[in-house]
């Protein structure tokens, strides 16, 4: 487990927080290509795919190392909801509507991996979560046998209740130490019926970064930070497991009144 301390960083607003998230997640990019000429990354629902899209959608300075090179990411899903691909739960939709469809002609078109849509109404989520897992398989051990994929960056975010991906508090997924893809049949919130990358895979990643904003995430990102009983909430073995790996971006609000310290640039 590692034991060094995640990065926090809070800006003034939303906006000043997705100029900064550019260059983080492009410097990863390319750190990825350089590796691997692919750059895979996983994505998180809620408002993340929309700061996504205000970080990456901005005109480019010009320079190879600010200009997104859309067509060689491998975009999974961190989580997905077992609903319809046109669904407005649906995590593939969101990003789709947010980020994917407005991307310049220019800059190339992701690869996106979406869930098995022939799957979405079974009554147990397990076979949409193995089909999601072996769609990773044939991506990141096509060649060589691996215990778990190793993504260039994934993007998180953190709900009010200390929940990530769709791995929740107290929740035995959190223990699952073999799997990379797990199902969820009854979430806390709905709809109740999910797929997650579990905790293993998440603290792997080369890269892992939240985002979160507004005042209703002080509470909770005080817990995170801030106390002993909140380090067994997912966020918070996000931290654990990934360390310095981990980079949080939040605004203000977000962050008033927790004392775990803040820096105001990358």
Known sequence: MATAQPHLYSFPSTNELAQQLRPYVLRAQNAALARHD???VAVSGGSLPTVLARALLEPSNGT????????????????????????????????KDELVNKIPTELGAPTIHPIDANHVNDDDPQELADLYQEDLMRSFAAKDSVKLPVFDLILLGCGPDGHTCSLFPGHELLREKDAWV???????????KRITLTLPVVTSAHDIAFVATGAGKKDILKAIFDTEEGRSLP?????????????????HPAVDGVAFPRRGSL
């Open 38 to 40: 692919t750059f895979r």
């Open 64 to 95: 190879p190392e600010d200009t997104p090179q859309f067509a060689k990411w491998d975009i999974f899903f961190a989580d997905e909801r077992a609903v319809p691909l046109d669904h407005d739960d649906s995590n593939y939709k969101l990003l």
């Open 182 to 192: 797990a199902a969820e049949s009854n979430s806390p919130k709905p709809p109740p």
């Open 235 to 251: 966020s918070a073995l996000v931290n654990q497991g990934g360390g310095e790996k981990v980079s949080w971006f939040t605004d």
